[in-house]
Antibody, heavy 117, light 112 residues
Framework: EVQLLESGGGLAQPGGSLRLSCVGS????????MSWVRQAPGKGLEWVSI????????YYADSVRGRFTFSRDSSKNTLFLQMNSLRAEDTAVYYC??????????WGQGTLVTVST | DVVLTQSPLSLPVTLGQPASISCKSS???????????LNWFHQRPGQSPRRLIY???NRDSGVPDRFSGSGSDTDFTLRISRVEAEDVGVYYCMEGTHWPYTFGQGTKLEIK
């Protein structure tokens, strides 16, 4: 069974940093493109970033480009989202998703990031 | 960015009756590789989104056959043939043809 387990969320101050992790099980992250999607409290969904199957290229939404970095550690079957220069508008539940263009067939349970003083 | 416009935004339905959600795109979602990356998701309160339909009309494993997707180019539809109580929640269309991928605003289905 495919599972994704996110961690690393919490409270950060504006301008601060957090690193989210997503451990995959039941599949190998090297063999598929992966994504991060977020949902602000009470709001809709925003596709934040994708990491190609090759692992050598990532794409970012305009709202996070230059501040967030998507990477992976294949030896640990783990993905990371490094989030720097955090803003209040980054407050959201962040979901790790297996897949990209076809929407992703597996989603994690999400981890809540709150940016506030 | 592609704008996806869903209608209606609120959908009260009687149990056992059909329901339909429209998703209109500001650009064609036909990819140069021949695929059309229009997908549908269902999200219950407090839960992660779950994909129901991918690439317009392909139902995910475990999704009841009362759910169907159709459409092409810029106009797409999700249909539920007979609504059941477990179908309540918010439905989103999502496009994966153009980066950044985008979602519709969501349609909230409730039981009358």
């Amino acid at each position: 069974e495919v599972q994704l387990l996110e961690s690393g969320g919490g409270l950060a101050q504006p301008g601060g940093s957090l690193r989210l992790s997503c451990v995959g099980s039941g599949f190998t992250i090297n063999n598929v493109g992966m994504s991060w999607v977020r949902q602000a409290p009470g709001k809709g969904l925003e596709w934040v970033s994708i990491l190609l199957e090759s692992g050598d290229r990532a794409y970012y939404a305009d709202s996070v480009r230059g501040r967030f970095t998507f990477s992976r550690d294949s030896s640990k079957n783990t993905l990371f989202l490094q989030m720097n220069s955090l803003r209040a508008e980054d407050t959201a539940v962040y979901y790790c998703v297996r897949g990209q263009s076809s929407g992703g067939d597996s989603w994690g349970q999400g981890t809540l990031v709150t940016v506030s003083t | 960015d592609v704008v996806l416009t869903q209608s209606p935004l609120s959908l009260p339905v009687t149990l056992g009756q059909p329901a339909s959600i429209s998703c209109k795109s500001s650009q064609s979602l036909a990819h140069s590789n021949g695929n059309t990356y229009l997908n549908w998701f269902h999200q219950r309160p407090g839960q992660s989104p779950r994909r129901l339909i991918y690439r317009v009309s392909n139902r995910d494993s475990g999704v009841p056959d009362r759910f169907s997707g159709s459409g092409s180019d810029t106009d797409f539809t999700l249909r539920i043939s007979r609504v059941e109580a477990e179908d309540v929640g918010v439905y989103y269309c999502m496009e994966g043809t153009h980066w950044p991928y985008t979602f519709g605003q969501g349609t909230k289905l409730e039981i009358k």
